[in-house]
T-cell receptor, first 112, second 116 residues
Framework: RKEVEQDPGPFNVPEGATVAFNCTYS??????FFWYRQDCRKEPKLLMS???SGNEDGRFTAQLNRASQYISLLIRDSKLSDSATYLC?????????????FGAGTRLAVHP | DTAVSQTPKYLVTQMGNDKSIKCEQN?????MYWYKQDSKKFLKIMFS???????INETVPNRFSPKSPDKAHLNLHINSLELGDSAVYFC???????????????FGPGTRLLVL
C-alpha cells in the first residue's frame, strides 16, 4: 500500500460546482496533514493544514478521520482559478526525522 | 521578495556531464530540502539539512551530493548525469522540521533539468 493515496482524477467540473477529493494514508502514527495546490509548471503551495476537528477556509473545507486514516478536501462554488493539482501531504513520524510524504495529486479542471 | 529561490530555472545538458543547482532562502528557516518531481508528477524527498547538518538522506544514487555552506543555502551537485535524472528539482525550507507540530514547507520555483 502506498504511504499516501489519492483519487487519480482528473475531475472536470463546471464553474459553481462542488467537488470533493479523498486521500488515505498508511501510517496511523502520522500527526500532521496538509493540502497543497500545484499549478501547471509551478511549485507546490500550501492550501491549508488539516486539523482533527476539521477546518474551513472560505470555499475550502478539510476533514480528517483518524480512525479510517482518511483526509478529504471539499471545494464549494468552484472557480476557473481553482484549476490545479491538489496534493495530499502527510508526515511520516519519527523513528528518525519527520518528513512529508506527498500523494501523487488529483487534477482539477474547472470549465466555464 | 523571493522567499526561496533556485538557479538555474532551466538546465539542458548532455548525459555524462556534471551540474549544480543552487538554492537560497531568506526566511530565516533552519531546515532545507531537495525534492524530485518526475514526469508522473510524483514529488519525492531526496535530502534534508537542519542547520547545515544532513538529517534525511533518502535512497538516492551517490551521484547526487547536497552541500549546505550555511543554513540559508542548500546546493545540489549531480555527477555523471543520466537520462533518468530528467525531472523538476524543488528546493524547500521550513522553520522547524516539516511535519512536526504542523510545520509546513515553502518551495522554490523549481529547476527543470533535461538530460539529452
Amino acid at each position: 500500500r502506498k504511504e499516501v493515496e489519492q483519487d487519480p482524477g482528473p475531475f472536470n467540473v463546471p464553474e459553481g460546482a462542488t467537488v470533493a477529493f479523498n486521500c488515505t494514508y498508511s501510517n496511523s502514527a502520522s500527526q500532521s496533514f496538509f493540502w497543497y495546490r500545484q499549478d501547471c509548471r509551478k511549485e507546490p503551495k500550501l492550501l491549508m493544514s488539516v486539523y482533527s476537528s476539521g477546518n474551513e477556509d472560505g470555499r475550502f473545507t478539510a476533514q480528517l478521520n483518524r480512525a479510517s486514516q482518511y483526509i478529504s478536501l471539499l471545494i464549494r462554488d468552484s472557480k476557473l482559478s481553482d484549476s490545479a493539482t491538489y496534493l495530499c501531504v502527510v508526515n511520516l513520524p519519527p523513528g528518525g526525522y519527520n518528513k512529508l510524504i506527498f500523494g501523487a495529486g488529483t487534477r482539477l479542471a474547472v470549465h466555464p | 521578495d523571493t522567499a526561496v529561490s533556485q538557479t538555474p530555472k532551466y538546465l539542458v545538458t548532455q548525459m555524462g556531464n556534471d551540474k549544480s543547482i543552487k538554492c537560497e532562502q531568506n526566511l530565516g528557516h533552519d531546515t532545507m530540502y531537495w525534492y524530485k518531481q518526475d514526469s508522473k508528477k510524483f514529488l519525492k524527498i531526496m535530502f534534508s539539512y537542519n542547520n547545515k547538518e544532513l538529517i534525511i538522506n533518502e535512497t538516492v544514487p551517490n551521484r547526487f551530493s547536497p552541500k549546505s555552506p550555511d543554513k540559508a543555502h542548500l546546493n545540489l551537485h549531480i555527477n555523471s548525469l543520466e537520462l533518468g535524472d530528467s525531472a523538476v528539482y524543488f528546493c524547500a525550507s521550513s522553520h522547524l522540521l516539516a511535519g512536526q507540530y504542523g510545520e509546513t514547507q515553502y518551495f522554490g520555483p523549481g529547476t527543470r533539468l533535461l538530460v539529452l
